[in-house]
């Protein structure tokens, strides 16, 4: 009699359990955090709208954020509060536009990640 020995082939099911909780983890963390960023690319189009503006450093700051406010109501710009985010500072003929926030994606229960961004222009001579 003669024994053909075999070997395994493939892959065990804990093995694909794993692969398969690990290809989950990453499509997760993609679904979740890639609109963060988009919308963050619709705040940095909306600040070089305002910077490419005829005489934008002749504006009050009043005026700056009622500009950008509408921009990011028009784009749909969500969680951005414009009077505590975005700091406008004048100094001359020079104009400056800094918006620092912070958005906070619930992932599972009770693990978050926080995304902080910090973008700035500077207008004028």
Same mark, same amino acid.
């Given at each position: 009699? =003669? #024994?053909? /020995?075999?070997?395994? @082939? !493939?892959?065990?099911?804990? /093995? ?5 909780? !690990? ?7 993609? %679904? $979740?955090?890639?609109?963060? #960023?988009?919308?963050? !690319? $619709?705040?940095?189009?909306?600040? *070089?709208?305002? $910077?490419?503006?005829?005489?934008? +450093?002749? @504006? /009050?700051?009043? +005026?700056?954020?009622?500009?950008? /406010?509408? =921009? ?21 003929? @020079? ?6 926030? @912070?958005? *906070? ?5 009770? %693990? ?9 222009? *500077?207008? !004028?001579?």
């Amino acid at each position: 009699m =003669r #024994y053909i /020995s075999k070997n395994q @082939q !493939g892959m065990t099911m804990i /093995s694909l359990l794993f692969l398969l909780a !690990g290809i989950g983890t990453v499509v997760l963390l993609f %679904l $979740k955090i890639v609109p963060v #960023y988009m919308d963050h !690319g $619709k705040v940095v189009s909306a600040l *070089e709208g305002l $910077k490419s503006m005829k005489d934008i +450093e002749t @504006q /009050s700051k009043a +005026e700056v954020l009622t500009s950008l /406010s509408k =921009r990011f109501t028009v784009n749909s710009v969500t969680g951005i509060n414009t009077e505590k985010d975005i700091i406008v500072t004048k100094n001359g003929d @020079q104009l400056k536009v800094q918006i620092k926030y @912070q958005v *906070e994606v619930p992932l599972v229960s009770n %693990l978050s990640a926080l995304i902080k961004f910090d973008d700035e222009i *500077e207008a !004028g001579k």
